[in-house]
């Protein structure tokens, strides 16, 4: 068997191509221009290229970006009054604030998200906007784990009592795409570092979801034959090289589908970012 790959490059082309359409038909029948304000503390250079690229996309699909470039040393009041005022300003409609706040200067990165209004927080990680991703009521979902959902819609398999892995445990991820999954009607089963014989829990997997930030954890041989792989690990090897929580090349042999690294799962958070400021901007009728 040799996996399909799950494109996330051209998925999330096509959905930012539907984007810009959707906003031009809707500027032309009188709406306003969904409006995202991205928030970079400091100087990263990983966050930094992170920030430019949702920048870049904002640009290609006619939303309107709002961005706050802040010293390191900004402090956590004033970071906090930046989101207080982009709170209030009814042209933005999502803010980001880009994670990790630089280290050393005593900020409550809870506090900072927290702060922001829950109808505008695009990246869906306000405990509001979490609370009802468990109910299972409207609210911007975590974009990561909306681009999962998404990719595994492309294959056209039916998801309900299938047996879905997920490993890793994160807010930002795997708590998240597993509320999801078990919308789809999955049995779901979390993975984390204290999980015993981790090798048997994934090779009983229909679906693997990949999310906790150690390169190739997941041996290929652990897939069963079939199961769909979706790897939101982004690492570098020794050489430099970027590759994910799942050993690609052997996985891909035993897989049904698998999304690569790079090019699967990373370019789709991107694409959920703009629908959900989109969702956001005309949900309250702009």
Known sequence: MTAQILDGKALSASIRVDIRETISKGIAAGKTAPGLATVLVGEDPASAVYVRNKRRACDETGMVNFHKELPADIGQQALLDVVAELNADQAVHGILVQLPLPKGFDYDENAVLQA???AKDADGFHP??????MQGTPAPIPCTPKGVMALLRETGLELSGKHAVVVGRSNIVGKPVSLLLLREH????????RTQDLAAVVGSADVIVAAVGVPELVKGNWVKPGAIVLDVGINRNAEGKLIGDVEFATAAER???ITPVPGGVGPMTIAMLLQNTLEAAWRTGA
């Not at 999955?186 to 570092?193: A, E, F, K, L, P």
């Open 255 to 257: 897989a049904s589908w």
């Open 116 to 118: 922001i209004d829950p």
């Open 128 to 133: 509001l906007n979490q609370g009802a991703l």
């Open 186 to 193: 999955c049995t779901v089963t979390v993975c984390h570092s």
